[in-house]
Each structure stands twice: as C-alpha cells, then as structure tokens.
C-alpha cells in the first residue's frame, strides 16, 4: 500500500471511529460564547472577557468602526465597540475573528499549508459577507444575518486542520500536493461538520462544513451555504467547468441579482470595506 492510500486509510478510520484528534476552539472565544449564553451578562462583563486578548479587542474596535456597521462615528475603545457590535452580534463575530489562532504551525511545511488555507478561507469570507449586504438591502426579513455568515464563512473548511495536521506525521506525503488535495477535497466536510458538532455549534454550521462543496447537497430555500459557494466559485476554491453557468444558479435562485453586480462600484467598494476589516 502507498503511503498517500495508508494516510487515507488512517483518516477515514479514524473519522469514522471518532478518533481523530479535532482542534480545539480558542480560549476566548470559549469564554465570549459561554459569557453571551448566560442570561445575567451585560455590556460591561462582556468587554472585560473579550479584553483578556489584546489583539481580539483590537479587532473588535476595527469591526466596530468598518464601513458595513454603518456608522460614522468612530468608537475608541473596546466597550464602545461592544456596545455598538451588540452583545447578540458579538458571540458569533469574536468567535469568526479568533479562528485565524488555529491556522498555525511549528513545521514550516506545515505552515504553509495552513497559511494558504487560511488566505484562501479569507478571499471567500470577504465575498460572502459582501453578498450578504447585498442580500440584506433587498430582503430585510430575512432570518440570515451578517454576524452568522461572518462566521459560517470562516468556520466552512476548518475540516483541513485536522487532515494537515495528521499528515505532517508523514511529511513523505507532502511531495505530493495532489494527494493532499485529493484527501481534503474527500474528508473535510466530514470533518469539518465533527468539528463543529464537537464545539456544540447550531446545526446550520454543521451544515455549511459539510455540505458546501457537495455537488448533490442542494438547499430549497436560500441558506448560508448559497453565500459561501458564491464565495468560493468566485475564488477559485470551488473548481466549476463553467463559471457563469455556476453563479446563474443563484440568479435564478435569488441570492444575487445579475452578473454586473461584481463588477460594479458598489460591490467591489463594500469587498475592500469588509476585507480591511479583516487586514
């Protein structure tokens, strides 16, 4: 047996016995998620969690003061922008901003791996939260929410981890980017969704980490998983013979409105706006 079929064997053996050693969620997000479920917490507590990570808090004055919160007052400090984020914003936002902490490695190769997953996992979150805007101006009753794709867009191939992170015990394999390629494209939804079902996230996360690159997983209605296919067509991750054939589907679906949106002023201002939010 080749060492790539071992690895494969291996990964789908142990993902299928519950075996695989999944990442888990960084501290304070744990915390922010736990402060933001108890009934009792308000503004002031929230701030004071969130402030034990100065380079989260940072982030979340960045967020607070980016163009798609809409406000043009700028906020200074981290309980100006809490209170503006909102307290029911903030769990899921202060969770999406902590994931960048997972893609990191010791080995270099490794680091590597990682560093591009993550850009590539960056370039589809700036465009499914730019065509959520979008969405939102035309359908304000709509469930879906912007703090909900921000995250559902950053957590959606957080599946790789756990396959890179197995495969650097067979470093023989990495002279084979194919392979590895092979091997995300085949488990990472699985596990991906065991990720998420481990970090006991809402089922429409599940669903995003399993589902977004599976050709035969076609929702009725519009879903988090539309945005982030858009996201990922338009980068290149989610490889279509036919890329206007691709993104008609979601014209005809209604989740964008014509194919001029991307090259109009207005989209290409708010896809800046939202990736200097994440700069």
């Known amino acids: 047996m080749s060492t790539e079929n071992a690895l494969l064997t291996i990964l789908v053996d142990r993902i299928n016995n519950d075996t695989l050693v999944l990442p888990t969620l960084p501290e304070v997000a744990v ?150 390629a092979h091997a995300i494209q085949k488990l990472s939804g699985k596990v991906g969704s065991s990720i998420m079902n481990a970090w006991e996230f809402p089922d429409e996360f599940s669903d995003v980490a399993l589902s977004w690159a599976d050709p035969a997983y076609k929702p009725e209605k519009i879903s988090y998983v539309d945005f982030i296919r858009i996201g990922a067509i338009l980068e290149g991750t989610l490889q279509v013979s036919d890329k206007s054939a691709a993104l008609q589907v979601y014209i005809d679906k209604g989740v964008i409105s014509s194919m001029e949106l991307f090259s109009s002023d207005e989209y290409n201002d708010m896809l800046d706006d939202v990736k200097e939010m994440f700069s």
């Not at 034990?52 to 100006?80: C, E, F, T, W, Y």
């Not at 730019?130 to 009753?141: A, G, T, V």
């Open 31 to 180: 915390k922010v998620r736990q402060a933001a479920d108890n009934p009792e917490v308000n503004l002031t507590k929230m701030s004071d969690v969130i402030s034990q990570d100065p380079a989260l808090s940072a982030r979340m004055i960045k967020v607070a003061n980016s163009a798609i919160m809409g406000r043009s007052v700028k906020v200074s400090n981290l309980h100006q922008a809490v209170t503006r984020i909102g307290l029911r914003q903030i769990k899921n936002i202060v969770t999406a901003m902590a994931m960048e902490q997972l893609f990191v490695s010791n080995n270099e190769l490794i680091k590597g791996y990682m560093g591009k997953a993550w850009q590539k996992t960056l370039t589809v979150a700036c465009h499914s939260i730019s065509l959520m805007e979008f969405y939102l101006l035309n359908n304000k009753h709509t469930s879906l929410n912007r703090d909900s794709i921000t995250l559902a867009a950053l957590v959606y191939n957080i599946g790789v981890l756990p396959i890179l992170t197995e495969a650097e015990r067979h470093p023989e394999v990495f002279a084979n980017p194919s392979f590895l």
